[in-house]
């Protein structure tokens, strides 16, 4: 028997899409243009799934949700709300929702999401796990990205949660390496217990062992009372620590084993005790070069990075900036402010050093100066402006080393750097590269470019 489906939409030309898509992928559709037509056909016959619009006149998608949940709360639903309304979205995840889609969205998603949402049809005896998994679901939603790159690092963060394995996050300076620390935490078999956050370069030194393990009272001047540190303050959850290559140098040992050993001794303390914590680590610093330095200790740094998350630069991933501007515009409360062709790809452009921190900002203090809904080039800041104006699509950087570089190295890195933007399309690379394919094709061939499998076309 097909699962039936019913939707909820007053938009009759995403009504239809939704009906049809989804008939196509063998599902028995119903649909409504209100809620309260749609209450009526959920109550003549109970479909599986009720897929509803979140703004409508009459009836909204909120008072849909909870009253279907009110009669049958195994009945799964799931909202559809404008890109950027995410807080109506997680509203909506509080009250009992499955999930949410954002419009617009594409056939594969839609199709994906509700393949995934009918595999817990009928598990109502798991509901708790159920209510557990969706939590999780919309902490790791607030990581924006669609690029190929992000994808990559959302494979690994799903694969890693559930391990208890140590992770080291490396990435530039904003490029959202303590949100993805704390989405671990939260698709973690730990996420019921706490989240601790230390920085480990902002602490002074001298304080930072009785921070990191805790002191007993009259250990040094000054220790009062006993204090727990942030160890202590993780069991049973995840410690996260932030700028760890900064660590200095005398504590490493204590750390290496306490993350060996799952034992800590607090300062001035008279006997270890165990603990269960689990370590995701930070840095922006090169810890290669500490490595080689002696500033970072070699058998700490392979305990902490068992699995290593490099997190690339925005400029690595532009395909995220409009994705990325457009959740920030809602997120600060503006949705319907949106930017012109050019002022797009100035912002696109740009080399964003501050990463996504920096774009965040940016966006912020364009709508606090904006003069109306659509940012325009004059609104961008200088630094923006400036770059952009060699030309809508010149964005490269090209910061040539002192001793020299040869052409054909250039050349081989804008051909990849073409084939990566565009996914490894040769089409689309060629026309980005203002090259016949052939001639694209030539080139990678010249210089032994091969797509990497997966993302082959
Ligand atoms: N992919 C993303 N989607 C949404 N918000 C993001 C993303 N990446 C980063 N941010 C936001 O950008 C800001 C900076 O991110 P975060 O603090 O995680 O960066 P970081 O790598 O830890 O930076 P630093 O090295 O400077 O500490 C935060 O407000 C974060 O929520
Ligand atoms: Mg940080």
Same mark, same amino acid.
Request: with cysteine.
């Given at each position: ?9 007053? *938009? ?15 599902y ?8 309260? *037509?749609?209450?009526?056909? @959920? ?5 599986s799934? #009720? ?5 409508? +006149? ?8 909870? !009253? ?8 799964? #639903?799931?909202?559809?709300?404008? @890109?950027?309304?995410?807080?109506? !979205?997680?509203?909506?995840? &509080?009250a009992?929702a ?11 998603e ?5 393949? &995934? ?12 796990r159920l ?11 607030? =990581? ?18 559930? +391990?208890? !394995? ?19 935490? %939260? ?30 009272k009259?250990?040094?001047?000054? %220790? =009062?009372?006993? &204090? ?10 995840t ?32 006997g ?7 370590v ?16 970072f200790?070699?058998?700490? /740094? ?7 998350l ?8 532009? *395909? ?5 501007? &457009? /959740?920030?515009? !809602? ?6 402010v ?11 452009? /740009? %080399? ?25 080039? $004059? ?6 402006? #400036?770059?952009g +104006? ?7 950087v ?23 933007? $565009? %996914? ?16 694209? =094709? /030539? ?15």
């Amino acid at each position: 028997m097909k699962p039936k489906i019913l939707i909820i939409d007053d *938009d009759a030309s995403l009504r239809r899409v939704l009906e049809y898509n989804l008939q196509e992928a063998g599902y028995d559709v119903t649909a409504a243009p209100s809620g309260e *037509d749609g209450l009526r056909l @959920f109550n003549e016959e109970p479909p599986s799934l #009720v897929i509803t619009d979140m703004k409508m +006149s009459g009836m909204d998608g909120l008072q849909v949700l909870k !009253a279907v949940k009110g009669q049958s709360p195994e009945t799964l #639903v799931m909202i559809i709300t404008a @890109f950027g309304s995410v807080d109506m !979205a997680v509203e909506a995840m &509080k009250a009992g929702a499955y999930d949410y889609i954002t419009k617009p969205f594409n056939r594969d998603e839609l199709r994906l999401t509700v393949a &995934k949402a009918l595999q817990f049809t009928g598990l109502a005896a798991e509901n708790r796990r159920l209510k557990s998994e969706l939590s999780d679901r919309t902490e790791f939603r607030t =990581i924006i990205g669609s690029s190929p790159l992000m994808e990559k690092v959302f494979a690994i963060v799903r694969k890693v949660a559930d +391990s208890e !394995a140590s992770v080291l996050i490396t990435g530039e300076s904003g490029t959202g390496k303590e949100l993805v620390a704390r989405s671990i935490h %939260a698709l973690s078999g730990r996420r019921g217990g706490p989240f601790v956050a230390i920085n480990c370069a902002a602490i002074p030194r001298d304080l930072l062992e009785s921070e990191l393990f805790g002191h007993v009272k009259g250990a040094f001047t000054g %220790a =009062i009372k006993d &204090k727990t540190g942030r160890f202590r303050l993780a069991d049973g959850g995840t410690l996260f620590l932030d700028e760890v290559g900064e660590l200095p140098l005398e504590l490493q040992p204590k750390l290496l084993r306490a993350l060996q050993e799952r034992v800590i001794e607090p300062v001035g303390g008279t006997g270890e005790s165990k603990l269960d914590v689990r370590v995701v680590a930070a840095t922006n610093l090169d810890m290669e070069k500490a490595l080689a330095d002696g500033a970072f200790r070699e058998d700490l /740094y392979y305990r902490l990075s068992v699995i290593p998350l490099h997190l690339p630069p925005l400029r690595e991933r532009r *395909d995220d900036i409009p994705l990325l501007l &457009k /959740y920030f515009c !809602a997120k600060h409360g503006s949705s319907e402010v949106g930017f012109d062709r050019q002022a797009l790809h100035m912002l696109v452009d /740009y %080399a964003w050093p501050g990463n996504v921190r920096e774009l965040e900002n940016t966006v912020e203090r364009l709508l606090i100066m904006r003069t109306g809904d659509t940012i325009t080039s $004059n609104d961008l800041p200088d630094k923006i402006r #400036v770059n952009g +104006s060699r030309g809508p699509s010149s964005g490269a950087v090209i910061n040539l080393p002192a001793e020299g570089y040869s052409l054909e190295q250039l050349e081989r890195e804008v051909v990849v750097a073409a084939l990566e933007r $565009n %996914a490894w399309n040769q089409t689309a690379a060629a026309r980005f590269l203002r090259v016949p394919r052939h001639t694209l =094709i /030539y080139r990678m061939e010249k210089y032994g470019i091969t797509t990497p499998e997966k993302s082959a076309p």
